[in-house]
């Protein structure tokens, strides 16, 4: 069955048997809809795009319930989405005009840029288009599996496309489903964006399959975070590292004690080991590190609900792919406990990147991740850092992940970022970027002094820089490419 009937299939479900239950809730605005109008919606949106005709959609909106219906019923229903961010400049705008040719255009208002063979809709027209039937149409559009064009975050180099169907990303979603233990009686809150793979699959999919609420929030909000799960009560949240370094800088809210709140999980960016544990200890609930690339529709890896083995400092064991760790100099398989490259195989996976770019990333059947990191006796994996981000001082490859991991132990220290900048005599030395609220020298002096005390002399950060915060790329990655031409000078 594909990933389209599937889908389908779950909705048809839900508005049946417990149509009146609400499906989506969107955290600003408080707008709900049920399963029944879920379903109708995405069909009327179908019959107004053509019951046999593909579309080509690009979607520049915000996450909420006309995101979601648009995601729903191109997957479903055979169309090419491509979701982008609403802030995309123009220059960016036109690269896709260029490659493909947009049937539809969607944006928050009518005001953005288009051309003539392209149909510009709004919000609001999408509204319109929704409202019009409220009951099922006589005739069922054709079920067929859409597709979804995204891109890599490019935090560490050029962004690279791809595109992912309503198969890959439905399976992706059943195992996520699987390992988080989701039931009809769940709440999942995401404050993560819609043109990103993250919310899409971990949030919503993961909701509609099994029947349960999702609660979307167009952006995180550090104010209003709080006031969310106090309102909507989350049985689970979905969030990255970053926002969690947000959240321990605030205090516990007392209603914790009384809320339904079974566990957070990250995902999107290696967990510092450091605050995983002060966040569990602060705030009394467990943190799930998962592992997910777009190329395999998110989520490939991730620890397993308490009170199963949960390692601060793994992102868990495999979600039904075939993984192995590569010697990066000679190619070979590596034991258990040895670090090289992570290869995965599964039928999420990607087979190829637009353009045919970047094929050597693909090899037998493999994906080369170009992450680096090693698995136990048990399967757990470790990852150790991203192959292109190490640094090479006198000839020994040092790890910026390492480094990270003993800075973020400082207390004072929030977020932390370490790169390689050229040295004539070493060949690279070892640069850290940090976010405190601390930034006077005695803090400083005193930061290099427990860096020394707690790693070997060659990965003591040689220049250490405190920012009020760390550049991040639309996905909320650290940008490393713009702390690499930053550098600033004493």
Known sequence: MTGSEVLHRALVKHAKQQGQQ?????????KKITYYRLLSSVLSLQNFLGIKSRQTIILATSGGIINSIIWLTSLIFGH?????????????????????????????????????????????????????????????????DGTIFLQSSGSTGTPKGMILNATQIVITAKNICKRHKLTNTDKGLTPL????????????????????????????????????????????????????????????????????????????????KAN?????????????????????????FSNPLPPRKHIPGSVGLALEVDAKIVNIKTGRREKTGKTGEIYIKGEQIIKHYEDGRDKDSFVNGWFRTGDLGYMDKAGYLFITGRKKDIIIRGGENIMPREIEEILLMY?????????????????????????????????????????ASQLSPQKVPAELYLLDELPRGKTNKIDKNILREFYPSK
């Open 80 to 144: 090419f989405l491509i979701p982008i961010s609403p802030n995309t400049t123009e220059s960016e705008y036109n690269e896709l005009l260029e490659k493909y040719t947009p049937d539809i255009l969607i944006t928050e208002t009518e005001e953005w840029m288009t051309e003539p063979k392209t149909k510009q809709l709004s919000l609001s027209d999408i509204q319109k288009i929704i409202s019009r039937k409220k009951t099922f149409p006589k005739e069922m559009p054709h079920i067929a």
């Open 411 to 451: 207390p004072e220290v929030i977020e932390a970022t370490v790169l390689g900048k050229k040295d004539d005599i070493l060949g690279e030395k070892v640069v850290a970027f940090l976010v405190s609220d601390k930034k006077d020298d005695l803090f400083v002096k005193e930061l290099k002094e427990f860096a």
């Open 22 to 30: 609400t499906s989506i809730i969107e955290a600003i605005t408080g």
């Open 193 to 272: 964006p819609f043109y990103h793979v993250n919310a899409p699959v971990v949030s919503l999919i993961t909701s509609m399959l099994v029947g349960s609420i999702v609660i979307i929030a167009p952006k995180f909000s550090a104010s209003n975070f709080w006031a969310w799960v106090k309102k909507y009560d989350p049985t689970w949240i979905s969030i990255v590292p970053t926002i969690l370094a947000i959240l321990l800088k605030s205090d516990k809210p007392s209603f914790l004690k009384r809320s339904s709140l079974r566990f957070f999980r990250t995902a999107s960016a290696p967990l510092p």
């Open 276 to 300: 995983l544990r002060r966040f569990e200890k602060k705030f009394g609930f467990p943190v799930i590190e998962t592992y997910g690339i777009s190329e395999g529709a998110s989520t490939i």
